[in-house]
Every structure is written in C-alpha cells, then in structure tokens.
C-alpha cells in the first residue's frame, strides 16, 4: 500500500486554492469549503460550549421516535436547502454575465449545475417529504410509532450518509460534471476518471438505499398500524398520498440502485455497462436512469398534493370536496408513472411508435392531476377561506403549477419535445412544477404543522411577507426562462452569444436575489417566531381547527403519541368530534405503553456507510473494508442482545394526559378571526359547528 | 378456543394471538415488501442482461461460459437447501426443542454453501478461460446478475449464521420464529431468482 | 388469555404430516420441472424454435409452484396482502422489464 | 461571414464589461430560430406548439380565472358569500372534472401520434411528404455525415468529397438527410431553425431528416452537456440557393485533406479557436478540408465495435487523448474486405439499407458478436 489515503493528496484540498490562483472563480470554490468547514467547526463548538452533547446523543441522534426523525430529516434538509439556493445564486449571477464568458470557469460552472440538481432532489427535496412524511403518518392514522422504528432510523442515517458525502467534496476533491443525472460515457472512468463521479454514484446509491426503506417503512405502517375502525377511505389524504409515494419509493428506487451500481462497476472494476468500447452501452443507463427519475417526480409531487388537500378543507372550514376522486387520481398518477420516463428521451432516435406510445401516457397522467386542481378548487368554494401563510402559497401554487402544468403537456408531444428537450425550457418547466408544487407545499406545510411539533406559532406576517417573496422570486427567476428556452439556449451552457438573452437573465438574477431574501425570510420566521414563542405558544394543540388525528394531541406531543389508540369511525375524525361537540373525552382506562429502545443504530449505519462511500471514491481499500465489517458485526451483534423496550407507566400517560385535559378546561375556544392572534393557545372554536 | 388453529400469520410461527402475532404479521408483510423490492432489483438486472446478450464484443458467449453439469448441480443444491430450510420451518411449526430446527438448518445451509464453492469454481473457470466481465458488455451482465443472486446467497448464509447464534442465546421465542420465518421467505425467494438464472441465462444462453 | 401452547401443539400434530407431504409435493414438481427445462434444451427432441418459450413456460410454471408451496401465496384472506403486493410488483416488473427490451430492442435496429 | 457570434471562452471577462456589452442585437434578428423557422419541419413544430397551447388552455384557464376569484369571493369576512361546510361531492361536476380532461387529452393523443409519425427524424423528405408541406423539392437529397467532437461538429459531404468544421452549408429545397454520430461521449445536435434535436452516440447512428425552403441563417448546436468547451459548441447553419451551394462546394476543392492524421488532430478536446490555431488557420470562418477517404465516417463509427478495448490514448475526449499516436481502425479489418458486413444474421438486414459505400445504416449492440475478425 503506497498511500494509505488511496489517491487523496494535499493537492485535493480546495480550501486553499483561492491563496494559490486567485480568481473570482476560486474564491467561491475554497469560500464555498471554508463555509462547509467552518459550519462544521461551529456546530461542534456550540454543542461543546452549551455542554449538549449528552442531549443531543440521547434525544436526538439515538431516539427512535418518528417524530424526531421526521424532524431531524427536516434540519437536514434545510442545511443542505441553504447550500442549494446559494449555489443557484451563483450560477443565475454567473448566466448574467454569460454573455461570451461569465465570471466562473466552465468547469466550476459544471460542477455547480451537477451539484445543485443533487442537492435539490435527493438531499432537500427527498428529506423533506420524508421528514413530512415521517412526523405525520403515525399520527394521522392514530399509530405509536412507525411499523420499524429502528430502520427508520438507519433510513435517516443512511440519507445522511450521502448528504455528508456531497459536503466532503466542497473540501476534498471535485464534484461530477454531467449535471444531476450524470449520463455516461461523460461520467465513465475514460473521459473523467477522477473522484467527482464517483462521489455521486455513492452518494446516490448510498441515499437510495435509505429512501427505499423509508418507502417499505412507511407502506407497511399505513397498512398494517392504522387504529382500529380507520378504513383504508377513511385516511386522510395526506397518508393516501403518503402511501402511493412509500409504493413509488419501494419499487423506483431499484432502477436508480441498479444503475448507480453498475456505473460503480464500470468505474471501480473495468465493467463494460455503459462505456464506448466492447459492447457498453449508454442508453440503457438512460433508459434505467429515467425509469427512476420520473416516479421521482411524483415521488416528491404526491406529498405535497396530500398537504395542499389538507390545508384547503382545513383554511376553507369545509369538507375535502371529492375524496374518492382524491384518492382515485393519486393512485391512477402512482402506477402511470411508471409508464412515461421515455419522455426524458424522446430525442434518443427511437420509432415514432414508442415515441407517440409514451407521450400519450404522459398525457393521460395530466388528466388525474388536472382533476386534483379542480378538487382543490371545489373544495374553496362556499368556504370560509382564511388568508393565512398557507393560503397565500396555496394561491402562488394556483397560479403558477397550472403554468407548470401547461408546459409539461407541451413537452408531451414529442414532435415540439424534439424543439426544447435539454434547452432552458426545460429547466423552467421543472422548477415551475418542484417549486410551486413542491417547495410551497413544504412551507404552506410547515407553518401548518410547526406549531404542532413544537408548540408554537410561527409568526404570521414574516411568513406571509416570505410567501409572497417565494413567489414573486421564483416567477422572476424562472418564467423567463421559458423564453429563452424557445429560442434555442440549451441548458447546462455557461455562455450564450445571443445578446437578445441578456434581459431575461438579468431578470433571472434578480428574481434569484428575490428567492435568497426569501430564504432569508424564512430564517427570519423561525428566529423571530423562537424569540416570540411565549406569545406564539399553542400547547392546547389546536391552533387552526385541524381535522385529523394529529391535532386531537397535546403540542408537542408526548412521545407516545396518544394515550389510549383511538377508536375511528368516519373520515376527519377529530373535526367530527368537534362537530358532535365531544371533542377531548378523557379515556376510561390507561395502560402501560410499550416503546421501542433507543439505539445507535442510524449512527452506526451513518459513519460506516459515510466511510465506505469516501473509501470507494477514493480507492482507500482499508477503510472500504473496515466500514462494511464494523457495521456488518455491529449489527450481528445487536441482534444477540436482547433489547427490553421502554414502559412508560399508566400513572406518568394518567398524568400527562389529564394535565393537558385540564388546561383545555379552563380555555375558552377561540374564534377563527383570532387565528393568528396571541391568545390562539390552540383550543380552536370550530366554523364547521357554527354551521351545523 | 380449544380448536383456534395456530396458523394466524405465516408458516413456521404458532404464536397465539394477541400483540405478538400482530407484530409478527406486521414484520413478515414488511419482509415481503422488502423482497418484492428486491425482486425488481433482480428483474432490472435480467431486463439489462437481455439487453445485452448479443454484446459479446467477440469475446466468450453463452456457449462457453455455460457448464451444465455445474448448473445442474447447483440447482439441485439450492432446491435442496430451500427444501430442508421447510423441514426446519415445520419442526420450529411443530416441536418445542431447537436442536431439531437447528438440524435442519444446518442442512439448509451446508447445502447452500455447496452451492456457492460450486459457483466459485464456475468463476474459476470464467476467468481462465478469459471471460472477465471486463471483456464485454454480455460478460459483465452475465457476472453481475449471477453474481448478485450469489452475493444474496452469501448475505443469507451469514443470516443462518447469526440466526443460529440467536437460537442458541434465546431459544425459539416468538421474536426468534418470526425471524426464522423472514429467513425462510428471503430463502425460498432466492430459489426463486435462481429458477430465472438457470432458465433464461443458461438454459436459453445454449438453445 | 393466550391458548395453552401445549395443547395447540397436540391437537395439530395431525397436520404436521399434511404440510410435510404438500412441501413434499412441491420438491418433486420442482425436480421435475426443472428436469424438464433441461431436456428441453438438451434432449434434442424440442424443435429450435419452440425451446425459448417452453424454458419461459416451465420457468413461470415452477415459479407460480414454489410461491404457493414454499412461500404460502394462497387466495386466503389472510395474504391477500401479500399476493396484491406480488401481483402489483409483477405489474410494475411487467411494464419496466417489457418496456425496457421494447425500447431497448428497437434503438437497437434503429442506431 | 463575419458574425458576432463569433465568441472566445473567456472564463473570468470582467463580468460588467458583458453586462454592458453593447453588442449590435440587430445582427442577430436575421438568425433564425424554432420561432421563425427556415424549413417545414421546424415551422410544423412551431405550428404544434400553438395548438396544443390553445388546447391546453381550455383546461388550464377555468384553474386560471377561477381560482383567483373563488379564494376572494368566499373569503371569511365577506359574510354575503355562501358557506356549505358539508359540501363534498356532486355528480355532474365529477363526471366534468374528469370528462373534459380525459377528451382534451384524447384530442391531444390523436394529434400528437399523428404529428410524431410524420415528422419523424428518421424519415427521409420525399415528393409525398413535400406535398403535404407544400415545399417544392428540387433535386436529390444532400448526404451529410456529421460527427460530434469535443466540441465542434465536423459535417462530412461524402458526395462532394469535402468536410466543414464549424460551419454547415444547405442547399435550399433539397432534403438533407444526415447521419450522426460522435467520437467521444454522447451529444445531441439540434438546428433550431430546420429541425429539433436527435442524439449523437459514440458507435451508433442516428439519422435526422430536414429541409430548407427559404434562403438564410440559423445555428447548429449541441444541447448535452460534454465538458468544459460545451458553450462553444455552436456554429452557423446557412441555407443558400442551389447555385451558391455548388459554387461553395467548388471553392472547397483546394482545401486541405481531412486525412487520418489530420483527423486525429481535429478530434482533440478543443473549442472551435483551438482547432483554428491547430490548423494555423487565420480568422474566424469555418476549416473547410477535402475528403480522401469517403469512409471516414464509417470508419469513426467502426472505431468502437472492433472487438477490443479502446485505449485511453485512442479515445477522443478522454484527458490522456495523444493526437499523434491515435488511429481509426482499418475498415477491411471489421467489416470485411469488401467493407461490407457479413451476409447473414439481424445484422445483414440493417446493413443491406445502409446508403454510400455499404455503409451501415445500423450498427448496433446487437449485431457485435457477427461481425468476422477480419
């Protein structure tokens, strides 16, 4: 063994490259690396100056309860979130002034583009819909935990895992260049045989195995942990769409796992997958690539179709117009999914049968999501509609993923896809569905269930003057892109010649400016929110008249979720309740609950996994091999211990339940025109009562 | 009651009603879930073999890396071993003792590992006679769709390993037989995979 | 109140050599299913043509038998669950295996 | 042929000095693109993109007017609106949401089939197809070969015996059906203004069909992103009247030869200004060569379905590329003596179309295990 660092050296260390060659260029590569380490530096500071190791290692990192995870899932997701937006900032300043050249080197240009697209969607995107999906589930179908609390766990640890990975290279090394899906023979070890591709492969196959059993975890919990009398139709949406994403993650993600792999191969060991000579061929990593990446959309689509389902019934004081449609439409969307990732490759020179074949199928699948608008919209009327955070995102998604929408029909047709496939129509079509359909989702949804996880508010006119910065920014940012694309600018170019396009990427970057001060907004919500949360607290647990399960607790709530399992009988079980006007009975009997240990596991499966990726980029053998036994034996091991789990007595849930019983007793229910007043303490006065 | 008949959730498992076979009913259709994933897993691989069967690249085809003797040999050692993995089901179904289902097991897994020194030797013999998967496409779709039905095999082995380890530690608990009992499905699924590989990689390679 | 686990024991032993002779069932119509596959590619009494889709048929055939011996799918209630979620990934598997050879196949002709 | 296109990779140009480029935007309201097409193919597209839009619109503008007037009309405070709190279904407005959907998307279904099978790339313009785009078809149709490098596209005219680089020349109302390939990793050649896009890929042959019917300039560019000179893979398409085009390919005939050598040259990593300079070329116009080998696109292709491992220094695009060392394999040695493919198997068929010089219309995956030693 000549280095026992493999092919790492000093020279892959970017933090000092600005001191060597200084350059605009160099100077956001080694900020970008002093950022990352210097962020990891003062959060090891922080926790060692408050003395919170100890917390953090017992309440966070080795607990095993759903909705910890489903939050730990969230920070993850917003750390890497203020990684994706500044890189997006600098490739829009960077296209501004692209005009024959631009400020950054092509090659930094690549590895920003490739960087940011697997930022987004596997390490923002994805852990926030886990996350959601996580806090949510158990308690909307009236669960303790999930139905695999350890795997759970070890799911977040391996999501993590690849996370970390796409933070090392900031400071070791470089990142690929063939963008987010990483097409070979450009990413083949013949034309770039250095660690960049290598860091993505693991990364991705890495996260890919967390996803996947995130998606086994939560289909087997939404089928076989539902309190008792909860009929599949009488679930919420949310955990209908909830379970068509656990379907699409379980059975999509192999695709991914399997070309990930084999790209490992053709790398690692001279295979002969994907590459140029001997029989490779890259158009099945094409094929298997989108085979992936279109259930992905609706993967991360679904979920926020479920929160945007849950936050019209709940801010129009109505019923969900259209269940059974609902339901019809999200599942019809989950299997055709399947039938349509030849869209991605309509220009690839296939026969115009296949081409049509699936273009059609792309066609249909607009038809169940076209219906999910109008039910949103059916829902609204004769509603009482309250103009809060979540409504404004709500009328942003209106507006804007119907022009999403819009563009993806066109880009059915294969005869007009042959015009815009891989120009900059289809980078504005993409964002145009992920952010309105996505990302406001995920906001609309954290102002909604925030408070339930953390027991209070968030403040109302910074997130509403956040909302509406999220969508002026992203209409600025990407509608003109659209344009652009017709007139020929391919995407992933870092110079244009055609002066016609620098208005529009002008406007871009200050639309790009807009979504920073948005995302600063959205920092600002939580810091003045915290320093609030006297005045924002709603520990009675009901802050917006909520329907479902989830709200019929105490916020936050106790670890075990409820105190006895509910009994449900009809769909928005909570708002029926509140409806008959019983709300908050006081069970007749309390029992022992049973919970699942604390372990190291996620940890464990973290560091080794974090370990063996690295290795395998770097071709460091030794720790290859040491990551896969340590976590191997560590595992044998834990199964040959016995692990008793934890009893929370009668007396401490009798305890806790009745204290929080009481307090609802002395509260006076608040008015809806109160909402988003101080003395909102959660204990909501129902629209729906008045009604009826 | 006297006539409620154990069969509440899988094979293998006569645990009573209750909390117990509700958590085991919920780990057996979570493992099933798992190989239905891992059936696709395998699927895809087949779908990428097909695709590239003409690959060759002038190198070694179908008709030279194929050894039917071997095949047949190590189709019968995997039936075997998924057939006597059943004799350990039932004795875990049906008698209290360990030692009984501990026996089978054992067969289950000598069994098995005649299998894979059977495969290796194939390897053995891919490699001598210059077919590398890195000499064309067909040869590494050949050795990575083989090779990842051996590498399940190996992962199940080190399964009866630690399985074995924790009967002897616990004895047959509820816990214990609804992990036997994900082993035996993971076992009998691999049988499975290998019906495809010997039918439509070797079987069909030669036709 | 749990059933004594003794008597349930006795009181299905009569079974216990019901389920030995159905995975004895399923052993020898695996043995000959795949005796079978063999003959047909290398008997020679099975025209070229026909020996592709024969190895198909017996293969499906032997797989449906060890789902239902050894793996227990049956149209009970009780897995109906799990025979959805097998015929549903047969579905996905179906549509993803298909269209790859489809699409795969015909870029081929096509390049 | 002065044009402001022309442009230099400037990594780090002080970025206010682009900003405020004064760049004269009127040179570049001549060049055509997808919105104000040269040929029938693009302006059918264009074409298509208007009607779907305005199909579309019949569902997307209810979502568009409507909702924006439901979220005021049934706001809280306005107490005159309805509220009908139990309100959740009603058949007639089911069987509209999901019926007018489903025949907008029939509609589309039909249209789109039909609009794909007749602009298919691979289909080559004849008299039928003409008529129905009411073009005027004068003279057979132009062979083009064109071959993706890093990163310029050199377009091979096999029949007139020459080669361009950096710039492609049409004759207007004569189809130009092409080839394409790569030698390096995959591309995909778009001309904006004439056709869309089809993928380029190393040791595979796309085809893309068009046609020019009215005189004047687009750009040819690569939309797939292939390193670090990818932006500068973009370089003016001319449609010229059918006199200028043989007077173009006359004037070519002193030019130098694209011989192996020479070739080799050509398919190193560098931009258009690279390969200028390798060239000792002076300006900013085109590399125009001669052709002395009339297979040399066959011969690229053939490149990487010889049965052995390319090495890295034989791989055009890989960093350790020697230009001076690589070679393109002899086609006797892979296809035959003949420089035809063997006579029986799936291949044959394939190979049976193929148009100059027995070139393969197919040269697939597939079809590697047949091909003889040599």
Known sequence: MDNIFGRLTWADVTLFEVFKDPSIDTAVASAAAWIAVLGAVAVVALLTFTRRWGWLWREWLTSVDHKKIGIMYMVLGFVMFARGIFEGVVMRTHQATALDGGILTPHHWAELFSTHGTVMIFFVAMPFITGFMNYLIPLQIGARDMAFPMLNQISLGLTAAGAALVMISLVLGVFETGGWTAYPPFTGAAFDPGPGPDYWVWAIVISGFGSMFSGMNFAVTIYKMRAPGMKYLHMPVFCWTALCTSILLTFALPPLTVAGLMQGLDRLAGF?????????NMMNYANLFWMFGHPEVYILILPAYGIYSELTSTFAAKQLYGYTSLVWATMSIAVISFCVWLHHFFTMGQSPTINAAFGIATAIIAVPTGVKVYVWMATLWRGRIRFTTPIVYMAGFFILFTIGGFSGIILANPAINYQVHNTQFIVAHFHNVLLPGML??????IHIWFPKAFGFR?????????AALWIAGFSMTFLPLYVVGLMGYPRRSSAYDNPEFVPYMIVTLLGAFVLLTAFAGLVGTFVVSIRNRRDLAVPLGDPWDGRTLEWATPAPPPHWNFPVIPQVRARDAFALEKVEGRPY???EEYRDIHLPPSTMAGVMCFLATTGLGFALTWWIWWLAALSAVSVLIWLIGHSLRDHPHVVIPAKEVHRSNQAWIEAIDLATPVDRDHETKRMNRGFAATDMAEAT | MSNAKPMNAHPGMNLGYGEGAHDAEVKVFGFWVFLMSDLVTFGLVFAIFGTMVEATAGGPGPREVTNLHSVAIQTALLLGSSFAFSWASLSMKYHEGRWRTLFYLSFAATSALGFLIIEFLDFRHWIEIGAVPQRSGYLSALWALVGLHGLHVAAGLLWVGAMTAQILIFGLTDDIKSRVTRLGLYWHFLDIVWV?????????GIA | MKPNIKTMVRSVTGEESEERSFYSLGLVLSILLTVASFATVISGLVPRDWMIPGLIVLAIVQIVVHLRIFLHIDLSRQKREDLLMLLFTVLLLGIMAFGTLWIMSNLAVRM | MQSPRRSRLRACRAPLGALLAIVPAAAWADIANFLDPLGPIARFQRLELIWASVLILIAVLPVLVGAPWILWRYRRSNRDAGYAPGWSFNTRLEIAMWGVPVLIVIALGIWLTQATVRIDPYREIDLEMAEGFDIRLEGPPVAIDTVGLDWKWLHIYPDEGIA????????????????LTTDTVMQSFMAPGLAGQIYAMPGMVTRLNFIADRVGETFA??????GPGFAEQRSPVRAVPRDEYILWTA??????????????????????????????????GPLVFTLPDRRLFLRIVARYVTGEAIAPENQPGSPVYDPETASLPDIAVVFGENGRPPSTGPASDAFAQGGICGAPAALTIANLGELPDG
Not at chain 1, 273 to 278: G, I, K, P, R
Not at chain 2, 196 to 204: C, D, H, K, N, T
Not at chain 4, 164 to 179: A, F, I, N, S, W
Not at chain 4, 221 to 226: A, I, L, V
């Open chain 2, 196 to 204: 495809g590989i010997f039918s439509m990689v070797f079987l069909a």
């Open chain 4, 164 to 179: 361009t680089v950096g710039e492609l020349v049409v004759p207007v109302d004569r189809p130009v059906t092409m080839r």
């Open chain 1, 458 to 466: 968030l403040h109302e006119t910074w997130g509403k003057v956040t």
């Open chain 1, 272 to 280: 002969h997958f994907f590459t140029n000579d001997l029989g490779g």
């Open chain 1, 440 to 445: 406001f989702a995920i906001f609309a949804g």
């Open chain 4, 251 to 284: 004037a070519a005939t002193g030019a130098p030869p694209l011989d192996e050598r020479a070739y080799a040259r050509l398919a190193a990593s560098g931009t258009l200004d690279e390969a200028r300079e390798a060239f000792g070329q002076e300006g900013d």
């Open chain 4, 221 to 226: 560019e690569n939309t797939q992103y292939n």
């Open chain 1, 585 to 587: 009975v006081v069970p």
